[in-house]
């Protein structure tokens, strides 16, 4: 008998507990937890040539390039919220075999209105198409060559962006920012000011209810500061190369546009879309060849304006299906060179890298993908290499709405 | 009484800036900004779906100025956020849409973007049909196992007639508080429309008695309400899981199933795909069913009464052309 007592007791404790949970759930810290969102990300690939030979004349630029074999790609680990009326809190972490790093760390205004948008944190860029677009949602494993050589795969800004939508009935975008300018093409030079600045301008619309496009342009003005590049090819052919280091302007200019085609509007059947953008680069400062300790030290003006291009389509013939065609191309260009490093830096590398690029991806449901990815990459001058990559993409939590 | 019934086809708004020149839109977009007093007097409504737009039109007449998001072809969980929808929601002061998540995918960063705090979630200007009626399939656990689920329930309210009663009377309301210098007109309008509404409800009720209790094949789970309101039996789903495509090996067992639990009509929204539903129906031999879903998915459906008209319609015929 007191043992069935306490059992309804135990029972009735129990009920009364599950009953208030729910309203009690909506005054508990938990209930303001943030959108949580995981992404899940790796690849194998196959590669003829070493990855970490660069661009022909792109050995003074980064070469984020693709890892051989099996390897974790890019987790990332993403948080977002409201933080009160006013503010809106985003961060993404990205997971890497042995660092996290910050990719985004940004707070963004709520409540400006008048088609003021402020940024300030970390955060993307906001020039050009892919460079605000996150690593698990672009088309192919890897950037094309000229965001890998000229931006280092994505530009990320530490500073602040304000950005103003015109109250017109097509979509007007002009943004500005002002950043550090810690990653490349600037150097992280700790002084007061700003070490970067970064103009766009976006207009965009559809055409009846198939089509929708938007294009842009876009200037970004930094400078390097004793920025170190090394295994640069020189005239001498010294084994390995030498190190060198640059110190001047830096300055961008873009052109992007993208289009995108659904018969009856519908992405969820069938759809195209295609994409190109253009990035024009005048560097202008002081070289140093062979900077190191009991090297040549030869210093003199170096100029050069390298350029670069691509164009993409993407074709989902299917649900759950898509297949993908990327030209790439780059313009080393030709520098002139001051009297005292002529002898040594080459200023004409007389050969144009691109590559070819083609996928096929596979989603069960928005949340996973599966690609193939061949390339034929002709960057390297006498190298040509054929890659293989297969990637897997997934995301967990939060649904998060997609950008355009 | 023969009522007045306003044909907004989605798009409409965007089909007619088709023939201006680029230039002289950016031209007129520069000019608009120099004159931006209040040139419009009407109240500027951005509807998620055309089921909305026409409710809208319904019940504002011609005091608002109506752009529709979506089309009645399209899958309105893959809507890009377009850079058009973001110039619209810029100026909208009154957002009208499902809610229930089903624009997830798309509207937050629309909204987002266009730094119009009238629309924001929570604010007056924005309006979620789904919190007025009665939601079904609330799922009891949440889980992407089960596919493309809604933790709110599923989204497909616009399918029974009976829903638009209270949405149409808390949207009116909406207008009212949004628009109150038309309040009379507006009040109405809703008196009217409701009147109307439930003698529609009452006809169409009568005229899809004979679909009580016929066992049906859906395509997408999109008409548990009209399943609900009309009293079709769902046995099957053409997709495995909610939002995952159909596979031939899943096609071939909802074939098979058929045999112990025979179903009278494939049913499918008009902006899915035939292929799955035209392969069953001819296997199985019954007719496949195209249901316009939405204001402008058929021809014949040009508004909200003549969505019912035609979705009835096409029901009685499927069930007549099945008939053993």
Same mark, same amino acid.
Request: glycine share 8%; proline share 5%.
């Given at each position: 008998?007191?043992?069935?007592?306490?059992?309804?007791?135990?029972?009735?404790?129990?009920?009364?507990?599950?009953?208030?949970?729910?309203?009690?759930?909506?005054?508990?810290?938990?209930?303001?937890?943030?959108?949580?969102?995981?992404?899940?990300?790796?690849?194998?690939?196959?590669?003829?040539?070493?990855?970490?030979?660069?661009?022909?004349?792109?050995?003074?630029?980064?070469?984020?390039?693709?890892?051989?074999?099996?390897?974790?790609?890019?987790?990332?680990?993403?948080?977002?919220?409201?933080?009160?009326?006013?503010?809106?809190?985003?961060?993404?972490?990205?997971?890497?075999?042995?660092?996290?790093?910050?990719?985004?760390?940004?707070?963004?205004?709520?409540?400006?209105?008048?088609?003021?948008?402020?940024?300030?944190?970390?955060?993307?860029?906001?020039?050009?198409?892919?460079?605000?677009?996150?690593?698990?949602?672009?088309?192919?494993?890897?950037?094309?060559?000229?965001?890998?050589?000229?931006?280092?795969?994505?530009?990320?800004?530490?500073?602040?962006?304000?950005?103003?939508?015109?109250?017109?009935?097509?979509?007007?975008?002009?943004?500005?920012?002002?950043?550090?300018?810690?990653?490349?093409?600037?150097?992280?030079?700790?002084?007061?000011?700003?070490?970067?600045?970064?103009?766009?301008?976006?207009?965009?619309?559809?055409?009846?209810?198939?089509?929708?496009?938007?294009?842009?342009?876009?200037?970004?003005?930094?400078?390097?500061?004793?920025?170190?590049?090394?295994?640069?090819?020189?005239?001498?052919?010294?084994?390995?190369?030498?190190?060198?280091?640059?110190?001047?302007?830096?300055?961008?200019?873009?052109?992007?546009?993208?289009?995108?085609?659904?018969?009856?509007?519908?992405?969820?059947?069938?759809?195209?879309?295609?994409?190109?953008?253009?990035?024009?680069?005048?560097?202008?400062?002081?070289?140093?060849?062979?900077?190191?300790?009991?090297? *040549?030290?030869?210093?003199?003006?170096?100029?050069?304006?390298?350029?670069?291009?691509?164009?993409?389509?993407?074709?989902?013939?299917?649900?759950?299906?898509?297949?993908?065609?990327?030209?790439?191309?780059?313009?080393?260009?030709?520098?002139?060179?001051?009297?005292?490093? *002529?002898?040594?830096?080459?200023?004409?590398?007389?050969?144009?890298?691109?590559?070819?690029?083609?996928?096929?991806?596979?989603?069960?449901?928005?949340?996973?993908?599966?690609?193939?990815?061949?390339?034929?990459?002709?960057?390297?001058?006498?190298?040509?290499?054929?890659?293989?990559?297969?990637?897997?993409?997934?995301?967990?939590?939060?649904?998060?709405?997609?950008?355009? | 009484?023969?009522?007045?019934?306003?044909?907004?086809?989605?798009?409409?708004?965007?089909?007619?800036?088709?023939?201006?020149?680029?230039?002289?839109?950016?031209?007129?977009?520069?000019?608009?900004?120099?004159?931006?007093?209040?040139?419009?007097?009407?109240?500027?409504?951005?509807?998620?779906?055309?089921?909305?737009?026409?409710?809208?039109?319904?019940?504002?007449?011609?005091?608002?100025?109506?752009?529709?998001?979506?089309?009645?072809?399209? /899958?309105?969980?893959?809507?890009?956020?377009?850079?058009?929808?973001?110039?619209?929601?810029?100026?909208?002061?009154?957002?009208?849409?499902?809610?229930?998540?089903?624009?997830?995918?798309?509207?937050?960063?629309?909204?987002?973007?266009?730094?119009?705090?009238?629309?924001?979630?929570?604010?007056?200007?924005?309006?979620?049909?789904?919190?007025?009626?009665?939601?079904?399939?609330?799922?009891?656990?949440?889980?992407?196992?089960?596919?493309?689920?809604?933790?709110?329930?599923?989204?497909?309210?616009?399918?029974?007639?009976?829903?638009?009663?209270?949405?149409?009377?808390?949207?009116?309301?909406?207008?009212?508080?949004?628009?109150?210098?038309?309040?009379?007109?507006?009040?109405?309008?809703?008196?009217?429309? /409701?009147?109307?509404?439930?003698?529609?409800?009452?006809?169409?009720?009568?005229?899809?008695?004979?679909?009580?209790?016929?066992?049906?094949?859906?395509?997408?789970?999109?008409?548990?309400?009209?399943?609900?309101?009309?009293?079709?039996?769902?046995?099957?789903?053409?997709?495995?899981?909610?939002?995952?495509?159909?596979?031939?090996?899943?096609?071939?067992?909802?074939?098979?199933?058929?045999?112990?639990?025979?179903?009278?009509?494939?049913?499918?929204?008009?902006?899915?795909?035939?292929?799955?539903?035209?392969?069953?129906?001819?296997?199985?031999?019954?007719?496949?069913?195209?249901?316009?879903?939405?204001?402008?998915?058929?021809?014949?459906?040009? /508004?909200?009464?003549?969505?019912?008209? /035609?979705?009835?319609?096409?029901?009685?015929?499927?069930?007549?052309?099945?008939?053993?």
């Amino acid at each position: 008998m007191f043992k069935k007592i306490c059992s309804n007791t135990a029972m009735a404790v129990l009920l009364s507990h599950t009953m208030g949970a729910s309203a009690a759930d909506t005054s508990s810290d938990n209930a303001f937890n943030p959108a949580l969102s995981l992404i899940l990300d790796g690849t194998y690939g196959n590669m003829q040539r070493d990855p970490a030979i660069p661009a022909t004349g792109f050995a003074m630029n980064p070469n984020p390039a693709q890892t051989q074999g099996f390897s974790l790609g890019e987790s990332e680990l993403g948080i977002s919220s409201n933080i009160d009326p006013e503010f809106r809190g985003f961060a993404t972490f990205a997971i890497l075999s042995a660092s996290i790093s910050v990719e985004n760390a940004f707070v963004q205004t709520t409540s400006l209105g008048n088609g003021l948008n402020l940024k300030f944190g970390r955060f993307f860029s906001g020039f050009g198409y892919l460079n605000e677009q996150h690593a698990h949602t672009w088309d192919f494993v890897d950037q094309p060559l000229v965001y890998n050589t000229l931006w280092n795969t994505q530009l990320i800004e530490d500073g602040m962006q304000l950005k103003w939508l015109a109250p017109t009935d097509m979509f007007v975008e002009v943004g500005g920012e002002l950043g550090r300018g810690l990653n490349f093409p600037g150097t992280d030079t700790p002084k007061n000011g700003s070490g970067a600045a970064t103009l766009f301008a976006h207009i965009g619309d559809d055409i009846g209810i198939e089509q929708s496009w938007r294009a842009g342009i876009s200037a970004h003005h930094t400078r390097q500061t004793d920025y170190q590049s090394s295994g640069v090819p020189d005239l001498l052919n010294t084994p390995g190369g030498t190190s060198n280091s640059f110190s001047g302007t830096s300055n961008t200019a873009g052109l992007d546009f993208i289009w995108k085609y659904a018969p009856n509007g519908n992405f969820r059947e069938r759809y195209v879309k295609v994409q190109s953008e253009y990035f024009r680069r005048k560097e202008d400062g002081m070289l140093t060849y062979d900077a190191q300790t009991g090297g *040549a030290n030869l210093t003199d003006r170096y100029i050069d304006t390298q350029s670069g291009w691509y164009v993409q389509s993407v074709y989902q013939f299917m649900p759950t299906w898509r297949t993908g065609l990327r030209y790439d191309r780059l313009d080393p260009g030709v520098a002139t060179l001051g009297a005292q490093i *002529a002898g040594n830096v080459i200023s004409n590398y007389a050969f144009t890298p691109s590559r070819v690029t083609w996928m096929a991806d596979y989603s069960a449901s928005e949340f996973s993908r599966i690609r193939l990815q061949l390339a034929h990459d002709s960057s390297r001058q006498g190298l040509a290499d054929n890659q293989i990559f297969l990637q897997y993409i997934m995301s967990m939590g939060a649904h998060g709405a997609h950008q355009y | 009484m023969k009522t007045k019934r306003s044909v907004v086809p989605a798009g409409t708004n965007r089909g007619l800036s088709v023939r201006h020149a680029a230039t002289g839109r950016i031209l007129g977009a520069f000019l608009l900004l120099l004159l931006s007093g209040n040139v419009h007097a009407a109240l500027n409504v951005f509807a998620c779906e055309p089921e909305w737009a026409a409710l809208t039109q319904q019940l504002a007449g011609d005091k608002a100025s109506i752009y529709t998001a979506t089309g009645p072809l399209q /899958d309105p969980h893959q809507v890009q956020a377009r850079p058009s929808l973001i110039a619209k929601a810029r100026g909208a002061q009154l957002t009208v849409c499902t809610g229930a998540e089903l624009e997830v995918g798309w509207m937050p960063v629309v909204l987002r973007e266009s730094t119009n705090n009238n629309i924001q979630p929570g604010s007056i200007g924005n309006f979620e049909a789904a919190r007025y009626v009665t939601m079904l399939e609330v799922p009891s656990r949440l889980d992407r196992a089960d596919g493309d689920v809604h933790a709110a329930g599923n989204p497909h309210i616009q399918t029974d007639a009976r829903n638009f009663l209270p949405i149409a009377e808390a949207l009116s309301k909406r207008l009212i508080q949004v628009d109150p210098a038309n309040t009379a007109y507006y009040e109405q309008r809703y008196a009217a429309f /409701d009147q109307q509404w439930r003698a529609a409800i009452a006809k169409w009720e009568k005229q899809a008695a004979p679909l009580r209790g016929i066992p049906v094949i859906v395509h997408h789970k999109g008409f548990p309400y009209l399943n609900d309101w009309l009293g079709l039996k769902e046995v099957a789903e053409l997709e495995p899981k909610p939002g995952m495509e159909p596979s031939a090996s899943w096609l071939a067992k909802v074939l098979n199933d058929l045999q112990q639990h025979p179903a009278r009509m494939v049913l499918r929204a008009a902006y899915q795909s035939e292929r799955p539903s035209e392969w069953i129906a001819e296997r199985a031999h019954i007719p496949a069913v195209n249901l316009p879903f939405t204001v402008g998915g058929t021809p014949q459906a040009t /508004d909200l009464f003549t969505l019912f008209d /035609d979705t009835i319609q096409r029901l009685l015929a499927g069930l007549k052309q099945g008939t053993p």
